[in-house]
């Protein structure tokens, strides 16, 4: 059993949640959610022993921890063999190769290097090795992300009928209304416990949202109500009635004021600008080969981009996806327009957005970085900042000290500012808060140029208005289909 007493949390003053209270008991699956940077990944590496500096009691004796970060590392190996004997002595290598099989990984070279492997298969292969430790708490942050769909109802299957206790961070709603049976919500630094799924929580919240906004109602009425008595008073002059309205104010309104629940739950725009003709070239790929070594990994790859066309680019883990649009990102990024495989339109304006985010400089200011990447001013970079629901308080913080949602709430901002003929997303939805998603949703569905997009989020595709599925499998576009 896990219990958690008064556990809070503060960074440079500031607090990040305060008072969370529970007891994690067997055939427990938690669904931890919030807003990005509410503290889920904090309070997720506190249980896991990563954090040690808190207030607060927590006891996790007598339990084996399984911990996956939202970004895994795989730090002094170089090969997947390598990384396998460093997690498990050598007679329980089965285990690892169990897993990887279970997650659809039937494949794996133990002497491929782990820098050639896709995003989803460094999450299987780190994913395996958490595993195979046989853990009793499973404390996983964001498990979806990379991986393809496959893969998502395996580890779906797995967590259904785990033993001992899980507590996952996710905001893919799907996955989470198939596993959990608890939800624990930070928001505003607050901590509550929900019985039920992530079906169950829309429910109980909103009757909870209702409640309040009642009350909101009722006290913006009585602050109405006494502000007026307050200018009656002041107009017949009478000191003392006026000292007893004031203080009446004071008592029933000040002191008591009750917030709008639903301030905050109002989502940004962002405009995304540029356009083409129809017929103007965006992008075409012709023959288009590429090894690692001796493991290749595309093998013919040949398609067109013309006017608005928006392509997703669909298949498992390893398929060469991210590769394909790593090889096209290096021409626009060395200003090669036509290489022989790779042919780029003229007068494009590209914007690409890696799983990565290796387009932000993480030791910068936000507001420097807003300004850098938008090309604009310090007036207009805090103003953007500000739809981005980043307050004054944050604008000096460093990038690096953002969740990865709130880094990918930057980069669509900066996205916002410039004009795109063209924009080349790799899962941009990974790691987003359902808010964060939302607005970059509503982007992407009013943009009226061309993309190339990587999802495994078939509902947020779908909503893009995507003509053209490309399907990608070992290295190869095995077959096209126009919407």
């Given at each position: 059993?896990?219990?958690?007493?008064?556990l809070?949390?503060?960074?440079v003053?500031?607090?990040?949640?305060?008072?969370?209270?529970f007891?994690?008991?067997?055939n427990?699956v938690v669904?931890?959610?919030?807003?990005?940077?509410?503290?889920?990944?904090?309070?997720?590496?506190?249980?896991?022993?990563?954090?040690?500096?808190?207030?607060?009691?927590?006891?996790?004796?007598?339990?084996?921890?399984g911990?996956?970060?939202?970004?895994?590392?795989?730090?002094?190996?170089?090969?997947?063999?390598?990384?396998?004997?460093?997690?498990?002595?050598?007679?329980?290598?089965?285990?690892?190769?169990?897993?990887?099989?279970?997650?659809?990984y039937?494949?794996?070279?133990?002497?491929?290097?782990?820098?050639?492997?896709s995003?989803?298969?460094?999450?299987?292969?780190?994913?395996?090795?958490v595993?195979?430790?046989?853990?009793?708490?499973?404390?996983?942050?964001?498990?979806?992300?990379h991986l393809?769909?496959?893969?998502?109802?395996?580890l779906?299957?797995?967590?259904?009928s785990?033993?001992?206790?899980?507590?996952?961070v996710?905001?893919?709603?799907?996955?989470?209304?198939?596993?959990?049976?608890?939800?624990?919500?930070l928001?505003d630094?607050?901590?509550?416990?929900?019985?039920?799924?992530y079906a169950t929580?829309?429910?109980?919240?909103?009757?909870?949202?209702?409640?309040q906004?009642?009350?909101?109602?009722?006290?913006?009425?009585?602050?109405d109500?006494?502000?007026?008595?307050?200018?009656?008073?002041h107009?017949?002059?009478?000191?003392?009635?006026?000292?007893?309205?004031?203080?009446?104010?004071?008592?029933?309104?000040?002191?008591?004021?009750?917030?709008?629940?639903?301030?905050?739950?109002?989502?940004?725009?962002?405009?995304?600008?540029?356009?083409?003709?129809?017929?103007k070239?965006?992008?075409?790929?012709?023959d288009?080969?590429?090894?690692?070594?001796e493991?290749?990994?595309l093998?013919?790859?040949?398609?067109?981009?013309?006017?608005?066309?928006?392509?997703?680019?669909?298949?498992?883990?390893?398929s060469?996806?991210?590769?394909?649009?790593?090889?096209?990102?290096?021409?626009?990024?060395?200003?090669?327009?036509?290489?022989?495989a790779i042919?780029?339109?003229?007068?494009?304006?590209?914007?690409?957005?890696?799983?990565?985010?290796?387009?932000?400089?993480?030791?910068?200011k936000?507001?420097?970085?807003?300004?850098r990447?938008?090309?604009?001013?310090w007036?207009?970079?805090i103003?953007?900042?500000?739809?981005?629901?980043?307050?004054?308080?944050?604008w000096?913080?460093?990038?690096?000290?953002?969740?990865?949602?709130?880094?990918?709430?930057?980069?669509?901002?900066?996205?916002?500012?410039?004009?795109?003929?063209f924009?080349?997303?790799?899962?941009?939805?990974?790691?987003?808060?359902?808010?964060t998603r939302?607005?970059?949703?509503?982007?992407?569905?009013?943009?009226?140029?061309a993309?190339?997009?990587?999802?495994?989020?078939?509902?947020?595709?779908?909503?893009?208005?995507?003509n053209?599925?490309?399907?990608l499998?070992?290295?190869?576009?095995?077959?096209?289909?126009?919407l």
């Amino acid at each position: 059993m896990i219990k958690a007493s008064n556990l809070s949390k503060t960074y440079v003053s500031e607090p990040v949640f305060s008072n969370v209270n529970f007891v994690l008991a067997d055939n427990s699956v938690v669904g931890l959610i919030g807003d990005n940077g509410s503290g889920k990944t904090t309070l997720l590496s506190i249980l896991a022993g990563k954090v040690e500096h808190y207030d607060g009691v927590l006891n996790t004796d007598g339990e084996t921890i399984g911990y996956l970060p939202q970004e895994v590392h795989f730090e002094d190996v170089k090969l997947v063999g390598e990384f396998i004997e460093k997690s498990v002595f050598s007679f329980e290598k089965y285990k690892i190769e169990s897993a990887l099989r279970f997650l659809g990984y039937h494949h794996f070279d133990e002497y491929q290097e782990i820098k050639t492997l896709s995003g989803g298969e460094k999450a299987k292969l780190y994913l395996s090795a958490v595993l195979a430790q046989e853990p009793t708490v499973l404390l996983l942050d964001e498990p979806t992300n990379h991986l393809d769909i496959d893969s998502i109802i395996a580890l779906s299957d797995y967590l259904s009928s785990f033993r001992g206790k899980v507590v996952t961070v996710s905001h893919d709603r799907a996955f989470l209304d198939a596993v959990v049976n608890k939800i624990w919500e930070l928001h505003d630094g607050k901590f509550k416990e929900y019985i039920g799924n992530y079906a169950t929580f829309e429910e109980l919240k909103q009757q909870e949202l209702e409640i309040q906004q009642k009350a909101y109602v009722g006290w913006v009425k009585k602050r109405d109500r006494l502000e007026s008595l307050i200018a009656l008073e002041h107009k017949k002059g009478v000191s003392g009635n006026v000292g007893a309205a004031e203080k009446r104010f004071e008592r029933e309104v000040v002191k008591v004021e009750v917030k709008d629940p639903f301030k905050d739950k109002a989502v940004a725009k962002l405009n995304l600008t540029g356009e083409s003709h129809a017929g103007k070239l965006i992008l075409s790929v012709s023959d288009l080969n590429k090894s690692f070594g001796e493991k290749e990994i595309l093998k013919n790859i040949s398609f067109e981009i013309r006017g608005n066309d928006k392509i997703w680019l669909y298949g498992k883990n390893g398929s060469g996806k991210t590769t394909i649009l790593k090889e096209v990102e290096e021409c626009v990024e060395k200003g090669i327009l036509d290489d022989g495989a790779i042919r780029i339109g003229n007068n494009l304006g590209i914007g690409y957005y890696a799983q990565t985010q290796e387009i932000l400089n993480f030791d910068a200011k936000l507001e420097d970085e807003i300004q850098r990447l938008g090309k604009i001013d310090w007036l207009k970079a805090i103003s953007m900042l500000g739809r981005l629901q980043f307050d004054k308080s944050e604008w000096e913080r460093q990038v690096k000290s953002l969740s990865y949602g709130q880094r990918a709430r930057l980069i669509f901002g900066a996205f916002s500012l410039g004009n795109y003929n063209f924009l080349i997303l790799d899962e941009p939805t990974n790691h987003l808060d359902i808010k964060t998603r939302t607005i970059i949703e509503n982007a992407l569905i009013d943009y009226k140029g061309a993309m190339l997009i990587v999802s495994h989020d078939r509902y947020f595709v779908e909503r893009l208005g995507i003509n053209k599925i490309l399907f990608l499998e070992n290295g190869r576009i095995s077959k096209s289909e126009i919407l």
